[in-house]
């Protein structure tokens, strides 16, 4: 998965929860492998805002790990994984 299809799944979802008029359908984590991760540039974006937060692009909570798939999970389907969930950030 590349960053740009992240940011696409992620402007879509954001546009569906506006159709919808339903916050869970808002980006709830983004779930990458190790290697997909690996990969991502360093400047991209994906950081550590804290310790407490984790790693957020756009305000979505990305969890990175060696069995996980590259997916954009919407809050509806994440299970609280990406909680506390903050607006969507515009790209950079």
Not at 42 to 56: E, F, Q, S
Request: net charge negative; charged share 30%.
């Amino acid at each position: 998965m590349t960053l740009e299809d992240i940011d696409h799944l992620l402007d879509l979802m954001a546009k569906e929860a506006h159709d919808k008029a339903d916050e869970a359908f808002l980006p709830g984590s983004i779930s990458l492998s190790v290697d997909s991760w690996a990969r991502i540039p360093k400047d991209a974006g994906m950081r550590c805002t804290n310790i407490l937060l984790g790693i957020r692009y756009r305000g979505v909570q990305v969890l990175v790990a060696r069995a996980r798939e590259g997916r954009v999970l919407n809050r509806a389907e994440d299970q609280d994984a990406g909680a506390p969930y903050f607006p969507l950030e515009p790209k950079a």
